[in-house]
C-alpha cells in the first residue's frame, strides 16, 4: 500500500516546542558569539558519566556543538516534514494514517527541541566553566539528558498502541 500524503497543521503543542528549542539553540549560538573574546584558550570540551572534565581542547571545539545542533535540526525538521517515510505497524492504513502521522511527528519534534536544549546545556556548562563561573551541571545530567531523550518516545509508543 502506498501511504497517503496528508497535511497536517502543527500543533500549539510542537509550535511551543520549537518557540523554545530555537530560541535556547540560537540564543546559545549568540551567547558563545558574545563571549567568544573572553573564552580562554582551553576550554572544556568532554565530560565523563560524573559530569566531571575529562578533556580539555581549543574554544574552536565549542563550535562542533553548535555545528551538530545545525545538522540534527535540519535532518529532524525534514523527518517532521514527511511523516508518511515513518516506519509505522501493520495495522497502518488509510483511515487511522492522519493518527500515525500526527503521533510520529509529534515524537520527532519533541526528540529534535530536546536535542536543541541538551546542546544548549552542554555549551553553557562547557563556557561556565572555562570562565570560572560553576563546577558544571554535576553527575545527574548525563542520566536527565538520557531519559529526556527517550521518554517522547515511550510515550509515542503507548500512544501508538492505542491507535486503532
Known amino acids: 500500500m502506498e501511504r497517503p500524503k496528508i497535511k497536517i497543521p502543527k500543533t500549539r503543542g510542537e509550535w511551543f516546542c520549537d518557540s523554545i528549542g530555537y530560541s535556547l ?31 580539555w581542547g581549543s574554544r574552536l571545539e565549542l563550535l562542533i556543538l553548535p555545528g551538530i545542533g ?8 525534514t523527518l517532521e516534514k514527511f511523516p508518511e517515510t515513518h516506519n509505522y505497524p501493520k495495522r497502518f492504513n488509510k483511515l487511522n494514517a492522519k493518527a500515525f502521522y500526527l503521533n510520529s511527528r509529534k515524537m520527532v519534534n519533541q526528540v529534535k527541541n530536546i536535542c536543541l536544549v541538551i546542546f544548549t546545556l552542554i555549551l ?21 539528558a538520557i531519559m529526556s531523550s527517550f521518554i517522547p518516545i515511550l510515550f509515542m509508543i503507548v500512544r501508538q498502541k492505542k491507535i486503532k
Do not use: C
Not at 539553540?25 to 558519566?49: C, D, K, M, Q
Not at 545545525?70 to 525538521?77: E, P, R, W
Open 124 to 144: 553553557f556548562e562547557s563556557v561556565s566553566i572555562a570562565l570560572g563561573w560553576g563546577n558544571g551541571f554535576g553527575k545527574l545530567f548525563l542520566s536527565i
Open 70 to 77: 545545525t545538522f540534527i535540526l535540519a535532518l529532524m525538521q
Open 25 to 55: 539553540y540560537i540564543g546559545s549560538i549568540l551567547f558563545l558569539a558574545i563571549i567568544w573574546t573572553r573564552l580562554p584558550e582551553t576550554v572544556p570540551v568532554h565530560f565523563n558519566a560524573l559530569g566531571e572534565v575529562d578533556r
